[in-house]
């Protein structure tokens, strides 16, 4: 997303790349793939996994369940969809943008919609290999972020392209209230909040950078001033434009 967002930086592709980013990436097909939290706590997912899907199609002449019980990762290891999920030290279910990752692999590797062996497998599963409480709480988040993903595809999806800063910035809020109906404040911020506000600035940057009203001295103080909102192993997502422009320069006199 980085590079791409920079090669056509800023030939009005950013709004487009960040309204994919942000409710696209609910509806487009994943990777039936996922890893393992490097900081899961000892004992994370232990249980046995469950017994191998022998429940066939889902109905006749229907799509044959997905094993979403388990998951491969990039390793080509089966993993235990139980494992996906990570334990705090002191217990509990961990609830971050990597549980986003998580869940999203468990919906993305179901049917659409999931058969009732599929999901009654995944259940199955999550109650074998973590505690009850955190096995409720991971199958509440599947059973939410599926909400979620209906909504974003019947309400966001359907939008045009945001045209301007106001049009982009009702967007980001109109994705924001579809979040808040599936979840809480505070599962919403674990979930979305930072991945949220990055986008936001990087959206904002994308129209400074093309408004051609600015001074270029202003624009890149105003550019300048949003990067410094960024982590440091996010900002390249604003390159600098005149750098930019002298790169293309450069290319075309070549």
Do not use: C
């Amino acid at each position: 997303m980085a590079d791409f967002v920079k090669r056509f930086w800023p030939a009005g592709v950013a709004a487009v790349l960040l309204m994919a980013a942000v409710a696209y990436r609910a509806i487009e097909p994943a990777p039936q793939s996922a890893a393992p939290h490097a900081g899961a706590a000892p004992g994370a997912g232990t249980g046995a996994a469950a017994p191998g899907n022998a429940g066939g199609p889902g109905t006749a002449g229907g799509p044959a369940p997905r094993d979403v019980a388990t998951l491969t990762n990039e390793m080509g290891l089966e993993l235990d969809a139980s494992r996906l999920f990570e334990l705090g030290f002191a217990g509990g279910l961990v609830i971050d943008q990597n549980t986003r990752s998580t869940v999203e692999a468990l919906v993305n590797g179901m049917s659409d919609p999931p058969t009732e062996q599929e999901l009654a497998k995944l259940e199955r599963t999550l109650r074998e290999g973590l505690p009850l409480e955190d096995a409720e709480k991971a199958l509440k988040l599947v059973r939410d972020y599926r909400g979620y993903v209906h909504d974003v595809r019947q309400d966001m999806a359907p939008k045009g392209i945001p045209g301007s800063l106001a049009e982009a910035q009702r967007f980001f809020d109109e994705m924001d209230a579809v979040r808040r109906r599936h979840f809480d404040d505070k599962t919403a911020e674990a979930l979305f909040g930072p991945h949220d506000r990055y986008a936001r600035i990087t959206m904002e940057a994308s129209f400074i950078a093309q408004d051609a009203t600015l001074a270029p001295d202003v624009k890149k103080a105003r550019l300048d001033a949003l990067r410094a909102q960024l982590p440091a192993d996010q900002r390249s997502l604003i390159p600098d434009p005149q750098a930019t422009e002298g790169t293309a320069a450069s290319a075309v006199g070549s």
